[in-house]
């Protein structure tokens, strides 16, 4: 296997593989050399094969799932409990998961031991996920152990006594970003009885109380709270020593912590101090030079201390609250005589102690899911009768263990038994087990969560317990309250920069404890007035230390330049291919009717490129009578015409712009020209847009075949189907990469919009997305007379696109507590310095993953911290980041381990994980590397957690869904084989599971199921005056669906309804419109508006899930004759296929592997 694919995330080199994947320590340079390589582990013996895919033995071929002839299930299971598994080999597609033979009664680790020098690479690779003992050097697939070097602060910090958090009060929310009615007293999802007032030292004075307010909360705008039913939250208490009391006089003496030193910054000092923010046409924002070196960059999130940028050194100047944002339209709150809280809204003191109403939730049911925990009033906190203040936890509370009282998440569940898993609702985000006073000001799992809720003590404990560790964040999501803060100083830690959040000590007024490093930090003088209560000598009420998704208004010290402006380049493909598809008039038609809404202010700018076999400038220059078209055909030394009239102010030339956009589409109606120069164009537009950075939007039809970049078709049709190993998931050439680099570089990011019937090479152009943080549409056989379904996607589409919310000239940085360290990244970006992820453009809609591993014991802390932060400059030109902050508990017991693991951020991260191997390994491999993580983790649970052994193949509550899921990936359109499927379609699934956040993702890897023709409105929600009907959501297999029914399939991009054969006429009727199954028509992809209940119900049900994810998916209504039914029993997950295993089957495969 070749190594070459893991040069890297950064690397290039003719053909190389481009996974977003293992960046372990990467630097700037496009050439990397210094990745660790992969090492292979040693496979798993494989069973004897049989011919063909199915061995011979009891399994005969089976009829047709779709045949619904009388006689059992194809999926039913055996009611007999005790049943032995299958005596037949496991299948070809899963040979390589039987491990070796061990004479040992109990299976140890499936690795083999250190060698001098490795063993030769076996026929199939076994692809685990886990470290061996004996391996020094970790293989680049193993999630829980870093590679060299840490990125972590050395071992030998010396850090100061750590305390726990002790500074929480109930948290004041702040005006909105996004303007939303305002909601009512108790709907903040948020809402929760308050803690009592904590004493903070021994000698602080009890300062004001904090008027009763309640945590911004995140339900959609306009919207009802959601339901207050959600699961149980854990009530144990992991088995860990108590919280000791703060240390108490002056800070330790000896010298104060050391971080590694960040290199100083080579470029220009820092400048440019600004009026302040507000002022639209105020040069305040700022960001990286385009040429900055990686030390500079890190200025950008203001890690280098720039001048004035660490709070509580030299003057100060003034706290300015009156720029608090507030955009919720004039939205005030009552308060106290006197006191005007418009910026911080606050409920009546009434509502405090009572728990939310069970009002409806607007939210979809996989993203209500996570907020589920949330939305339940938590218990008063008890205190314990030592004193006030959370320090102070009794030890019997402290030391109360597993043993006494076995969570609902560890509730043993034997999968070969239990038929229906698959809740009716949801599968809620499981709450960390932490003191309440923590946890309800906790991060909301939907931007920000973690694989593992408890994290474990030690990489010896994570590596036995076989589960991946990492986070998943949704970092820039649309908010519907968001605090934002103006302030000369922003507090951080002087050592790590870490952002002061509610997870901070204060030792007492004056200093507080960093929950990263442990660093003792001085509060500066201005920190001290409390903006919401207007007194002083509140720090810990301050509104940054009451939420953990702040959003600041930067002052000048993270800014190298003044803010870009809102720039938009859109670059179309006018070749014949492109006109016959008819895009051009849909493009064009969108940009006019929302030329208004494009996110800027006074100085936005926009321009156009066309091309085909030639490059098509159009000046738009203030003056002229008509837009001025500007051909250029040297395609190999391309040049910018009129440089300076290309990209205008939009404001001031609008009238051009909308005249060029009236007249485009019959340009090149007449048009012959077949041959497309793409890389000559982005070439071109590159150039263009260098000098400002900002945002290239592309369009195109077909492979590029002329100029640089071109490309010839990679794609056998006749393979899609029996290669056992899919080739060409990597590049063909660099150039689109090494172009996204220098995009990156200059503040560029690149959006892809691919309209084709043809094969156009996706993991090539690709490329040019993945690496300048753009993001890829894809739709396959677009044509505007054809394909009506993808014509209505693609127009809602082109709408958010064009008006969602954009920062740009962005970076991110992920820091973790000391001991912690993160090692891979997933998502689109490009690593600019070790952790520090360059963003030239960033959205609501885009997600990102990370791996980490525990490099230094955790044996003294009881929580640890993460904090995510986004630096960016919005479309009116501010300086803003946006800092998250989770804080998860610390367990030194694999029971509690395996209580808190997240089955669907594990999934996502295997997904992310996955990917990486196919490209950079084979497709074969990441199937084989899924499969182990199941197997292994429920090994580990049955050897070290359970302690009666049971027969049957057993799993904690918390992960009965892991099997499934995981079955779930290896049918997925990216991982599948056996199926025909097109390379781009495979390669766009694989871009979907890298890049959408996680509530997203979930409903590609497992669909929602519905029946539809028997909707009521019992338990139905109630939104904006629509009732709104809660079907259950069914199993993925044909024994759920009925020849009389009508079934919804939500597929995440794309829905289908299927109508049975014998479907009752009402619903035909009522609903569809048609008086039989007969005339239900071949292609139809709306329901028509009729009025009745039946359809009004429907409509609705459809309408709300669609309103749930930015994204427009399709509808597709399918008969049993349909071309579409085939994907529509593809995504019939627990059902047997000619190449796949059923659910049941698999779990008997795991099952056999687990009890070798």
């Known amino acids: 296997m070749s190594t070459a694919g893991f040069n890297a995330q950064n690397g290039t080199g003719k053909g190389q593989a481009y996974a977003n994947g293992p960046s372990q320590n990467p630097g700037v340079n496009y050439n990397m050399t210094h990745q660790p390589t992969y090492n292979q582990m040693q496979a798993k013996a494989p069973a004897p094969p049989g011919p063909g895919l199915y061995p011979s033995g009891p399994y005969q071929p089976v009829p047709p799932v779709s045949s619904y002839q009388p006689g059992p299930p194809l999926t039913s299971y055996p009611s007999a409990p005790g049943q032995s598994p299958l005596s037949r080999p496991p299948m070809a597609g899963l040979a390589s998961h039987t491990p070796p033979q061990s004479a040992s009664p109990s299976p140890g680790p499936r690795l083999p031991p250190a ?116 699961v149980a939250p854990h009530t144990y208490q992991p088995s860990r020593p108590g919280y000791g009391p703060p240390p108490t006089g002056p800070p330790p003496s000896g010298p104060p912590p050391t971080m590694k030193p960040t290199p100083p910054p080579t470029g220009p000092p820092m400048a440019n101090a600004t009026p302040p923010p507000p002022r639209a046409d105020a040069q ?21 201390e720039c001048p004035g940028a660490v709070a509580g050194n030299g003057p100060q100047a003034t706290n300015n609250y009156n720029h608090v944002d507030n955009n919720m339209g004039g939205l005030t709150q009552p308060g106290p005589p006197g006191r005007h809280l418009g910026h911080y809204p606050s409920l009546p003191p009434g509502y405090q102690n009572t728990s939310a109403p069970h009002a409806p939730s607007p939210m979809h049911p996989a993203m209500q899911a996570a907020t589920q925990p949330y939305t339940q ?55 960390p087990c932490l003191p309440q006073d923590l946890q309800k000001v906790n991060c909301h799992p939907e931007v920000f969560r973690s694989t593992l809720t408890s994290i474990p003590q030690t990489q010896s404990l994570l590596n036995k317990a076989k589960m991946p560790l990492g986070l998943l964040l949704h970092p820039f999501k649309d908010l519907s309250q968001l605090p934002v803060v103006t302030s000369s100083t922003i507090v951080r830690c002087r050592s790590c920069r870490t952002y002061i959040n509610p997870f901070v000590s204060f030792l007492d007024q004056r200093r507080w404890k960093c929950n990263l490093c442990y660093r003792v930090n001085d509060v500066p003088e201005e920190f001290m007035y409390n903006p919401v209560s207007r ?72 321009g156009f490129i066309t091309f085909d076999s030639t490059i098509h400038f159009y000046n738009l220059q203030e003056g002229l009578s008509q837009p001025q078209m500007l051909i250029v055909s040297d395609i190999e030394d391309i040049f910018l015409p009129t440089p300076d009239s290309l990209l205008v102010n939009l404001n001031e030339c609008k009238e051009l712009v909308q005249d060029l956009l009236k007249s485009l589409p019959t340009l ?144 991110m940085r992920i820091r973790c507590t000391k001991g912690l360290s993160i090692h891979t990244f997933h998502g689109n970006f490009f690593v600019r310095s070790t952790d520090l992820l360059s963003l030239p453009n960033v959205n609501p809609d885009a997600g990102f993953a990370v791996q980490m591993s525990i490099e230094e014991n955790l044996d003294d802390m009881q929580v640890v911290s993460f904090q995510a932060a986004l630096l960016y400059t919005s479309s009116k030109g501010e300086r803003r980041i946006r800092v998250h902050t989770l804080c998860l508990p610390v367990v030194n017991s694999l029971s509690d381990v395996f209580a808190g693991a997240d089955v669907q951020a594990i999934t996502g991260l295997l997904a992310c994980m996955a990917v990486d191997r196919s490209v950079t390994a084979s497709l074969s491999d990441a199937r084989d590397a899924m499969t182990n993580a199941a197997i292994d983790s429920l090994t580990s649970y049955r050897q070290s957690v359970l302690t009666i052994q049971q027969p049957g193949l057993l799993a ?49 890897i497992h669909p929602a199921l519905y029946r539809l023709d028997d909707l009521t409105d019992e338990g ?34 794309v829905m289908y309804l299927w109508i049975g054969r014998n479907c009752h006429p009402n619903f035909l009727t009522q609903v569809l419109g048609v008086p039989s199954y007969a005339a239900v028509p071949e292609n139809l992809y709306l329901l028509p508006e009729l009025d009745t209940a039946e359809s009004q119900r429907t409509r609705a049900f459809v309408g709300w899930l669609r309103d749930q994810r930015p994204f427009f998916p399709s509808l597709h209504v399918i008969r049993d004759e349909s071309q579409l039914k085939a994907s529509f029993m593809q995504n019939m997950i627990e059902d047997r296929t000619e190449s796949a295993l059923s659910y049941y089957e698999f779990l008997l495969h795991v099952q056999q592997q687990i009890s070798k």
């Open 115 to 230: 060698q001098a020098t490795p063993p030769p690479p076996p026929a199939v690779s076994s692809s685990s996920y886990y470290p061996s003992p004996q391996q020094p050097m970790a293989p680049a697939w193993q999630y829980n152990t870093a590679p060299p070097p840490p990125m972590g602060p050395s071992a030998s910090m010396v850090t100061p006594p750590r305390g726990p958090p002790v500074n929480h009060v109930n948290p004041a929310a702040s005006a909105a970003a996004v303007p939303v009615p305002p909601p009512p007293p108790s709907s903040a999802a948020y809402s929760t009885a308050p803690p009592p007032h904590m004493s903070q030292s021994a000698t602080q004075p009890p300062g004001p109380v904090l008027p009763p307010t309640s945590l911004h909360g995140y339900t959609q705008p306009g919207a009802a709270p959601p339901p207050m039913n959600p």
């Open 284 to 304: 305040c924002g700022g960001a990286v030079s385009s040429a900055l070196s990686p030390a500079e960059s890190d200025c950008q999130e203001g890690d280098i």
């Open 377 to 431: 009033a938590p218990q008063p906190y008890q205190q314990p009768p030592g004193g006030p203040g959370m320090a102070q936890l009794s030890p019997s509370l402290a030391a109360m263990s597993l043993q006494s009282s076995t969570p609902e998440s560890l509730r043993v569940v034997n999968l070969l038994q239990e038929r229906n898993l698959l809740p009716p609702s949801p599968v809620p985000a499981p709450t």
């Open 535 to 606: 007194s002083y000598g509140e720090p810990h009420k301050r509104p940054e230390v009451q939420n953990a998704t702040i959003e600041f208004i930067a002052p000048s010290e993270y800014m190298l330049r003044p803010p870009q402006p809102a720039v938009y380049l859109f670059v179309l493909d006018v070749s014949h291919n492109a006109v016959e598809t008819g895009y051009l008039n849909v493009f064009c038609q969108s940009l006019l009717d929302n030329i208004n809404a494009l996110p800027g202010d006074s100085r936005t700018k926009v």
């Open 668 to 811: 090149f109606e007449k048009t012959m020209e077949t041959q497309s120069a793409l890389g000559s164009a982005l070439q071109a537009a590159f150039k263009l847009l260098s000098p400002t950075g900002g945002r290239m939007s592309v369009f195109q039809t077909q492979l590029p075949n002329l100029g640089v970049g071109a490309l010839q078709s990679r794609e056998d049709p006749n393979q899609r189907a029996s290669a056992k190993d899919i080739q060409h998931l990597s590049p063909a050439t660099d150039f689109y990469k090494k172009l996204a680099l220098d995009c990156s570089g200059q503040q560029v990011a690149v959006d892809l919009f691919l309209l084709s019937a043809q094969y156009c090479d996706l993991a090539s152009l690709g490329c040019i997305s993945r690496y300048s943080a753009g993001s890829v549409y894809y739709y396959p056989s677009y044509h505007h007379q054809h394909n009506p379904a993808q014509v209505e996607r693609f127009q809602k589409d082109l709408k958010r696109y064009l008006t969602r919310k954009i920062g740009f000239e962005a970076v």
């Open 956 to 1004: 904690p509550a918390c992960l009965r869904l892991f099997p499934l899921y995981t079955l779930a990936l290896l049918k997925q359109k990216a991982f599948r084989t056996g199926t025909s499927t097109r390379l781009d379609d495979r390669v766009f699934a694989m871009c979907q599971l890298k890049y959408q956040p996680l509530s997203y993702a979930m409903l590609m």
């Open 1020 to 1053: 139905a929600l109630n939104i904006s005056e629509r009732t709104i009907p809660q079907p259950k959501v069914l199993q993925l297999s044909v024994e759920k669906l009925s020849r009389e029914g009508a079934f919804l399939m939500d597929a995440g991009i």
